[in-house]
Structures are given as structure tokens and as C-alpha cells.
């Protein structure tokens, strides 16, 4: 049910077959939502990824392009487009890893939680989706506000009886990205070098990088502590700001994505020491969800991290997001039973 000719189509099995003989790990991936600004990017960079043999394309829109575009890389990983909701179940079944990235970006002028009506809807019925055609499949979710479309995702598979809150993973990637690479410009290091770890949520104030665990180990004055948490929280809108109308982050989201669906892939693959900060179902606070770092193995997030030590100027930003939190959940438990 995909897009080539059945002639293709069979080949193209035949090759994803030959390839995973060939010894290489292989995990199929869908992305849904992979014709926009970050599921184009990040199309073609899941088709690098070695980890990846067969990728799935799903889009309500421009799904041929892209796939006939992407399917002419030389990579190991064998592309199928899907186009609408009738091709969402085949674009499915079958997925070791499901990576959202569907919905509308934030506009200028635009809070993520304006997006919660029209993303909120979207994200419920791709769920449905995953919850009966791959309901094992670990799950990326990107798609805004993160704070809330992760607890609206856990209510839809709890609904369907899937629920695993081990596999329901937010994307927090972009504000760790974020946070390495302006905590290295201040430190004047290599930001691959730097390991900065940011916990709390997805959206402003409820983003908290803890700046006192940064590794390497270093100190900052408070007017750089100051200057770096406003900029690793405000990050999304100086990129809105800058494009002007023309969408949010889509480039630096989709390399996020993809070094975080990786980190998910080794996991599954059995890889030891595979830790990252996502947005999880939790006990580290008194809140059901919140992004800490954990520990990806073959069940998803098997390990959730304490916080470690926050020093007096964290501490007072955890309670600013504490109460914040409490706004965020309140409001999309109200619309979870509102939608159902
Ligand atoms: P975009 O508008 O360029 O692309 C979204 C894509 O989703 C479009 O191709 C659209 O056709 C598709 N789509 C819409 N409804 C769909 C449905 N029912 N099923 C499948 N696909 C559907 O938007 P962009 O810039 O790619 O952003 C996507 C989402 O990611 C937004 O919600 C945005 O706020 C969020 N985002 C999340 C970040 C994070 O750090 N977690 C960072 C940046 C953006």
C-alpha cells in the first residue's frame, strides 16, 4: 500500500530482507509528520543512520516527493512513503521506533500552548494509530507543547490498554543541544566536549538547565548563570523571532531528533551506558511527568536519575517551575477528559 509500483515494492522488500541477513542490526522507523520543516531533515538524516534498516515515510501531505527524493540516497535503510490517513496503519505496523514530529510550529506571537488545540488532536489520533498496529514501539514525541501532547499520548494508550510509560518518550533534546552549544561559547570549549544537563519540561520557565552539573566541571559568575538559563529557556522563540514568520526551529530540531533516536536505537540494541535527558512518566518530583536524564535500553527508559544537588539559584527556578508545571498538567488534564 505504499507509493512505488508493486514491482518495486518487491524488490525493495527483497532488499530490506538481504540487508538485515547481511548482519547489520536493522530497526524500522516511522516518521509521522516527515514532509514538514523537521521531518524532512530528519528523514534524511534517519537514512544515514546506520541502525536504521527500513524507514517509513507518513505525511497527510507531500509524502511522494519527499520519499522518491530521500529513497535515492546510497544508505543501508530501504524508504516507504505513506500518504493519509487510509495508509497510517501500514506506515505502522510493524515499527521498532515511532518519531512524531507532526503538527503546526509556533508563529510569531504564538505560545506553545496555543498549539495545544489543533497539535493535541493530531497527536491523539496518530497514537490511536501506534496503539493498534505497533503498541511495543518505543515513542519520539515532538510535536508542541511537549509538556502536554507527552500526558495527552499516555492517555490515548492507556485508553487502548498499551500504555508502557518506559517506551512514551518528549523530545527535550533541542534545549540539551541548545545548552551545550551556548555553555561552550561561554566556556570557550568544543561543544561536543560539554555535557549540560537540563531537566523540568519543554516550554520556558519550565525549562531548567542545571548549570552547576555541567561537565567538564566549571563555575560560572551569576551574570553568565543568568545570560545562559534565559537563553537555553527562550531558545525556540530567538529562532521564531529570526525566521520571521517563516516556522520555529526545524534544522537544529530534526539533528536533536536524530542524536536522541539514536541514542534510543542503541538502547534497543542492547548498548550499555546509553544516557540522555527526555521527558518521561516519573517519580523524581511530585510531578507525573518531567524531564530528567535516563538510561535507554532494550524497554526504553529502564532508569530515571535523580536530580543530583541544585544550588540556591536552581533551586528557586525549581520552584518557578513547579508552580508553572501544576498550570501546564491541570490544564491538559482538563482537555484529555474534554477530548475523550
Ligand atoms: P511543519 O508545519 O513544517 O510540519 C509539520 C508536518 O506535520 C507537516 O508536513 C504537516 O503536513 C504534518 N501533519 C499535520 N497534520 C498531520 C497528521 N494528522 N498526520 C501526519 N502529519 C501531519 O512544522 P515543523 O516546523 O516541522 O514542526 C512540527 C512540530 O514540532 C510542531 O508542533 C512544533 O511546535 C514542534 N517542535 C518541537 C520541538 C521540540 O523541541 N520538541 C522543537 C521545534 C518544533
Known amino acids: ?69 530521500i529513497s535515492h540516497m546510497d544508505t543501508g535503510a530501504v524508504v516507504r512513503g505513506f500518504l493519509g490517513q487510509p495508509q497510517l496503519e501500514n506506515a505502522l505496523t510493524g515499527m521498532d521506533l515511532v518519531i512524531i514530529p507532526a503538527g503546526v510550529p509556533r508563529k510569531p506571537g504564538m505560545t506553545r500552548d496555543d498549539l495545544f488545540n489543533i497539535n493535541a488532536g493530531i497527536v491523539r489520533t496518530l497514537c490511536e494509530g501506534i496503539a493498534k498496529c505497533c503498541p511495543n514501539a518505543t515513542v519520539n514525541l515532538i510535536s508542541n507543547p511537549v509538556n502536554s501532547t507527552v500526558p495527552i499520548a499516555a492517555e490515548v494508550f492507556k485508553k487502548a490498554g498499551t500504555y508502557d510509560p518506559k517506551k512514551l518518550l518528549g523530545v527535550t533534546m533541542l534545549d540539551v543541544v541548545r545548552a551545550n552549544t551556548f555553555v561552550a561559547e561561554v566556556l570557550g570549549l568544543d561543544p561536543r566536549d560539554v555535557d549540560v544537563p537540563v531537566v523540568g519540561g519543554h516550554a520556558g520557565v519550565t525549562i531548567l538547565p542545571l548549570l552547576s552539573q555541567v561537565k567538564p566541571p566549571c563555575s560560572f559568575t551569576q551574570e553568565e548563570t543568568e545570560y545562559l538559563t534565559n537563553r537555553i529557556q527562550n531558545g525556540g522563540t530567538e529562532v521564531v523571532e529570526a525566521k520571521a514568520g517563516a516556522g520555529s526551529a526545524t534544522l537544529s530540531m530534526a539533528y536533536a531528533a536524530v542524536k536522541f533516536a539514536d541514542a534510543c536505537l542503541r538502547g534497543l540494541r542492547g548498548d550499555a551506558g ?37 544550588n540556591e539559584y536552581e533551586s528557586g527556578l525549581f520552584c518557578l517551575l513547579h508552580l508553572c508545571f501544576q498550570d501546564w498538567l491541570g490544564e491538559s488534564e482538563e482537555r484529555v477528559s474534554w477530548k475523550h
Open 1 to 69: 500500500a505504499h507509493l512505488y509500483p508493486p514491482n518495486l515494492q518487491n524488490s525493495c522488500l527483497r532488499q530490506a530482507k538481504c540487508r538485515a541477513k547481511g548482519g547489520a542490526a536493522g530497526f524500522k522507523v516511522a516518521i509521522l509528520g516527515a514532509a514538514g520543516g523537521i521531518g524532512q531533515p530528519l528523514a534524511m538524516l534517519m537514512k544515514i543512520n546506520p541502525l536504521v534498516s527500513v524507514l517509513h515515510l507518513y505525511d497527510v501531505v507531500n509524502t511522494p516527493g519527499v520519499t522518491a527524493d
Open 274 to 310: 546509553v544516557v540522555e535527558c527526555a521527558f518521561v512518566a516519573s517519580q523524581v518530583t511530585e510531578l507525573p511527568f518531567f524531564a530528567s536524564k535516563v538510561r535507554l535500553g532494550r524497554q526504553g527508559a529502564e532508569e530515571i536519575f535523580q536530580l543530583g544537588p541544585l
